[in-house]
């Protein structure tokens, strides 16, 4: 599978011939100053669930609590909490953070300027390529898998809670078509975007635009 990874140029031809990449972190991407709007999202990696079914909670009985709501809850603690709710509950997650390699199935040149880059580079086998990378990571995290993001709203009901936070993103950003690699840490200490030399994964690439 052919993906598209946009750059500025001096960066590209750096990972071209060198095998210099920088893996990013879901969490670093909410910073809109630095990376601009259409590549920052400071709700990256946020949805909010909400539940018309979820009347009761008991946090002595932390099995019926949906994942969602426990982030929201300290069911360590000692003292009992029980919530009642007859509309039911709703709660805002976020995704644990973790590194991201954003790139896109298909060439799009408007796209590409929009985002404040002016070169891409082909990824001619995409396997090969993360195959490669997640090598370079073992020590830092595995590999959970490369998905396209799905463009929808970040509020989402229970009955239809299937897409991972980390891959939602707003319907306005559609014409992105991106794809995105990530990697969960291995540990639970604070992670931040880190450059690798990965020539392997460059031998699987070339320039496109």
Known sequence: MKLY??????????FLNHGSLRIGTLHTFRDEESHGTEVGDKLEGIKKVTSNSLTYIDTTKPEGIPYWM??????????RLVIHALEGMGSRYSDPDSYIFCIT???????????GYNSCVVINDSD??????????????????????VYQSREVKDTNDKIPASFIKEPQYS???????????????????????????????????
């Open 5 to 14: 990874k946009y750059m500025e140029r001096k960066w590209a031809y750096k």
């Open 175 to 209: 014409h992105q078509s991106e794809v995105r690699g990530l990697w969960l840490p291995k540990t639970n200490q604070t992670i931040s975007p880190i450059n690798i030399k990965v020539k392997k994964a460059a031998k699987v690439c070339e320039l496109y635009a």
């Open 105 to 115: 199935d298909f060439f799009d040149k408007k796209a590409m300027i929009d985002m």
């Open 128 to 149: 090969a390529f993360f195959k490669a990378v997640t090598m370079k990571l073992k020590n830092k995290a595995e590999f959970w898998g490369a998905a396209k993001c």
């Open 70 to 79: 426990k982030q929201n809850i300290n069911i360590d603690e000692p003292n």
